[in-house]
């Protein structure tokens, strides 16, 4: 029987190409959403303890793979309780579920953890986040790992994909002001390292293979994936701009100094070490940014 996989968060950006990724490799792959539920997908408040406790106790998946975040920084400041609630409190429930159901647990976290003064970062430094939205993914971190010590957490930076809506991606929501008129001040100042949700997904699904495959290596602890092109979000859209063919980028207009008027302060660069994977034989591995983005916009 293939090894069932709970996949939290699956009506997302990352989610979805995780099950994506998961069923072509014949895994059985439960979904789970909750104002995004399908007839595919299973509703799931992960705020309600005794539901979720119940939901992992009947499905007694091998494997838990929790994507459900509030992955917004700005958002994040502004709705605290439920951001801590969504990104502290209910990893930890899940990585505990996990170790009393003997099942794999991934914790997806975020480079934000990091202050971004000293790239690259190595999985062994020491967070510094610099907003709240940070601080909550730490906690929620440090939690998973002290209720199962056996969990796995990875790292990711900012990320694209297929996007039912560009607002899913701080990358894909940059399209939208690439084709249009508005006047509009953009990032060139901080250095990313835009990631493919599809290449994490395979890394999840590796992950995942190592610890639940009839080798039986369990996958523990802390690691970091990341594309490793750094472009700022300017230069994004000069991509997009290429590939659309769009002469005039008039209308966004470089910021090259960093504002101190925002909502959530972001870290100038957190570019992640990736050795730690590859010491475990999983390949870091990468799609060409503009390759990626020349097939997604044009065919």
């Known amino acids: 029987m293939a090894p069932k996989v709970i996949v939290t968060g699956a009506s997302g950006l990352l989610g979805r190409a995780v099950v994506a990724e998961l069923e072509q490799r014949s895994f ?18 992960l705020s309600d303890s005794a539901a979720v406790s119940a939901f992992i106790a009947a499905e007694q998946p091998q494997a838990i793979i929790h994507c459900a975040a509030e992955k917004r920084p700005d958002v994040a400041e502004q709705n605290r309780e439920a951001t801590e609630q969504l990104n502290a409190y209910v990893p930890g429930h899940l990585a505990d579920l996990a170790k009393q159901h003997d099942a794999f647990f991934v914790y997806i976290s975020t480079d934000y953890v990091f202050d971004g003064t000293s790239p690259p970062y190595q999985t062994g430094d020491v967070p510094n986040p610099l907003n709240f939205y940070g601080r909550t993914k730490l906690a929620g971190e440090r939690a998973v790992l002290a209720n199962n010590p056996q969990a796995a957490i990875l790292r990711v930076p900012i990320l694209y994909g297929p996007a039912k ?28 390292f835009p990631t493919c949700t599809e290449d994490v997904a395979r890394v999840l699904a590796d992950m995942t293979e190592l610890s639940v495959g009839a080798a039986g290596e369990s996958v523990a602890g802390v690691l970091h ?11 994004m859209c000069q991509v997009f701009a290429n590939i659309l063919g769009i002469t005039s980028l008039d209308h966004v207009q470089p910021v090259r100094d960093k504002p101190t008027e925002a909502v959530a302060s972001r870290p100038d660069n957190t570019q ?18 503009t390759a990626w983005w020349t097939r997604y916009l044009t065919n």
């Open 225 to 235: 994936f990341s594309a490793k092109l750094e472009m700022t979000k300017y230069a």
């Open 165 to 192: 809506d560009p607002k899913e991606s701080a990358v894909n929501v940059l399209l939208d002001i690439v084709k249009g008129s508005k006047q509009v001040m953009m990032d060139d100042y901080q250095k990313r």
């Open 28 to 45: 059985t792959v439960v979904g789970t959403a909750f104002t995004r539920s399908t007839a595919t997908l299973r509703k799931l408040d």
């Open 272 to 289: 992640l070490a990736t050795d730690a994977l590859e010491q475990l034989g999983i390949s870091v591995a990468y799609v060409d940014f």
